[in-house]
């Protein structure tokens, strides 16, 4: 049987039939048909040189032209495409030719039919990937846009507060002022107000200056300012500082001498207090009356790490990552108490992330462990604070490896 001169006189019987079963109405009969009419010639061509790659090119293009909907969809694939044509070459074959040419003839298309299938396959699943890529890039870009405007509008609103937090401050301390010469019983009666305007002031002021704090970390725009500190000292005054609100749940908190507790290294004073002030906060917050909060922590080679250990809730596994994200808080905002050193009192979800971008800044990290969370039982969390072991200045650092590298220089050495 000659399959080149069987295939031509199937020809029209076959374009006529494959036009049907893939066209779904008349204008894509129409633009379907120069396609078929290629898609038969390249056969032709692949079975004239015995080269099945011929038909590559229509099929690349056949692939890669669908949309992403296609692509996603079940039905619509090349392959089921493949699949139908080959379908109407066996029914032309076999209404036109005797059973057993008609067998013959698609025994001898089979290799091509087989390259056929395998490569468009091949290109459908690189397609799908290409367009899952692309789809999660879109996502991606999408998240950073996202988070763009969140850290955009935390300086915004930040900003925005300061002034009339600023005026209300300013106008509550005058009118304190002007209660002085006033009759002692008005007094007695308004300073009481007063004060609670005080106290709602400073903590808006608080949540100020941390959504602040969150902006600069967001911007990459937190400056330490360096100075030799003693992390022994910075937790004794912060028991100093938190002492009555101790006292007041019930609380215990033990801070144990390490080496490294009692050793100078450089860091921004102020910004570490601002870290271990919230950790113990927390901890204040989230173990229940009568429990034990401590610090320790060890000396490693070129680090020093602090454990801020509780005996309060726990954070359950899935949640230990989050946290150290802004509003990373966890559960109910409703549920929350709300009050500064409340038991499960709630704040805005910034003192971790603060805390974290305050360590890394420093070339640190921070990360938490417990066993899960239950109310009940309360396993415990600790937090380890990883703080490399600064004993110059860092620009001093920089300094001296510049020094080294001048030396090499001068030399003509390679560093
Ligand atoms: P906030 O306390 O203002 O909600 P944080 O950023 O300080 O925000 O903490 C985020 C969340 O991490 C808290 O809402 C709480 O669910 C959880 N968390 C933090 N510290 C502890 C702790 N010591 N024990 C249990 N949960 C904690």
Redesign the pocket.
């Known amino acids: 049987m000659n399959v080149v001169q069987t295939l031509k006189d199937l020809y029209p019987d076959w374009l006529e039939a494959a036009s049907d079963a893939l066209a779904q109405g008349d204008t894509t009969r129409q633009s379907l048909r120069p396609q078929l009419e290629r898609f038969y010639e390249l056969l032709l061509q692949s079975v004239e040189t015995e080269d099945p790659t011929w038909l590559d090119s229509i099929l690349y293009l056949w692939v890669w032209s669908q949309t992403v909907t296609d692509l996603n969809s079940e039905d619509i694939t090349i392959i089921g495409a493949l699949q139908a044509l080959l379908d109407t070459m066996l029914d032309v074959a076999r209404a036109r030719l005797t059973e057993a040419e008609a067998l013959q003839l698609m025994e001898a298309l089979r290799p091509y039919w087989f390259h056929m299938m395998e490569y468009a396959a091949n290109q459908e699943m690189r397609a799908r990937l290409d367009h899952t890529v692309a789809e999660l890039e879109r996502i991606q870009r999408e998240l950073e846009r996202l988070d763009k405007s969140k850290s955009d509008f935390i300086s915004v609103a930040a900003h925005e507060l300061k002034t009339p937090l600023t005026l209300i401050e300013g106008y509550a301390a005058m009118l304190r002022d002007a209660l002085e010469p006033i009759d002692p019983q008005l007094k007695s009666q308004i300073a009481p107000m007063l004060e609670g305007i005080f106290r709602g002031s400073e903590r808006i002021r608080e949540i100020v200056d941390d959504l602040t704090d969150v902006s600069l970390i967001d911007n990459n725009m937190l400056k330490l300012a360096y100075q030799p500190v003693w992390l022994g000292q910075i937790f004794r005054a912060l028991a100093d500082e938190l002492a009555p609100v101790l006292e007041e749940r019930h609380l215990t908190l033990k801070i144990h001498r390490f080496p490294g507790s009692e050793r100078m290294i450089f860091g921004d004073l102020e910004r570490l207090r601002q870290v271990f002030r919230?950790l113990l906060t927390?901890?204040i917050?989230?173990t229940p009356d009568g429990g034990k909060i401590t610090i320790d922590g060890r000396l490693l080679p070129g680090f020093i790490e602090v454990r801020v250990s509780?005996t309060?809730?726990?954070?359950a596994p899935e949640d230990q990552q989050r946290?150290f994200d802004k509003f990373?808080?966890?559960?109910d905002p409703r549920t929350h108490s709300s009050g500064k050193t409340r038991f499960k009192g709630?704040?805005?979800?910034?003192?971790?992330?603060i805390a974290k971008g305050i360590v890394e800044a420093h070339g640190g990290s921070i990360w938490v462990e417990s066993p899960g969370y239950d109310e009940e039982k309360c396993p415990g969390?600790t937090?380890h604070v990883l703080l490399p072991l600064r004993e110059e200045q860092p620009d001093a650092e920089k300094g001296s490896l510049f020094a080294k590298l001048a030396a090499y220089i001068k030399k003509g050495e390679q560093p």
């Open positions: 919230n927390n901890a917050k989230y509780d309060g809730i726990g954070i946290i990373g808080r966890v559960g709630g704040g805005p979800g910034l003192g971790l992330p969390s937090f």
